[in-house]
């Protein structure tokens, strides 16, 4: 298991944090963000691979904004997977 932890860009929640088995995504956790949203996402995705995640939730944006905590799942879990890669 392959632990990651993502400083997230212009959203409420400053780090997500997960674990990596191959490409499978577990334990997701949301530090800061909207309580019920980021403890709902993690339920919901448990189990999903990089691919299913970051096809999406990919671009979904919050408000005015360019990204969101969904959005920034994505790339988290995409620069996991390559540090998991390079790490391998």
Known sequence: MFH?????HNTCSQVI???LDGDVVHN?????GCNGNLKAIPI?????TVE??????S???????????A???AW????AYSAEQQAS
């Open 71 to 73: 959005d920034q799942l």
């Open 4 to 8: 990651y932890d993502y400083l997230t």
């Open 52 to 57: 299913e995640i970051a096809g999406k939730l």
């Open 59 to 69: 671009g979904v944006q919050c408000g005015r904004r360019q990204t969101s905590c």
């Open 28 to 32: 997701v956790r949301f530090t800061g």
């Open 76 to 79: 988290a879990v995409r620069e």
């Open 17 to 19: 944090s997960l674990d």
């Open 44 to 48: 919901l995705i448990e189990g999903w």
